[in-house]
């Protein structure tokens, strides 16, 4: 239960991050930098929280994490 907990927060805030980062690209596009500086700082504390909420996860779950996070999902399969 926890691990799936674990990997769907982990999705969200990677889902936020790369929303965040659209977001920046197609206000880029259109020459606003004031926008770009705020999404990126935005994007700085989700990105934090998603490292923290992954390094709490390994340490109190153990195996059961790391062994879903994504790479090792990869290298293992």
């Known amino acids: ?13 990677a889902g936020l991050v790369h929303v965040i980062g ?3 690209y197609v206000f880029g596009m259109f020459g ?16 934090c929280f998603g490292l923290i909420l992954h390094d709490y996860a390994a340490r109190t779950a153990g195996p059961l994490v790391n062994r879903a996070s994504t790479a090792s999902y990869f290298y293992d399969s």
């Open 1 to 13: 239960m926890t691990e799936t907990i674990v990997q769907g927060v982990e999705m969200f805030a």
């Open 22 to 24: 659209w977001i920046g």
């Open 32 to 47: 606003s930098g004031v926008a770009i500086v705020i999404l990126s700082i935005l994007a700085i504390p989700v990105l």
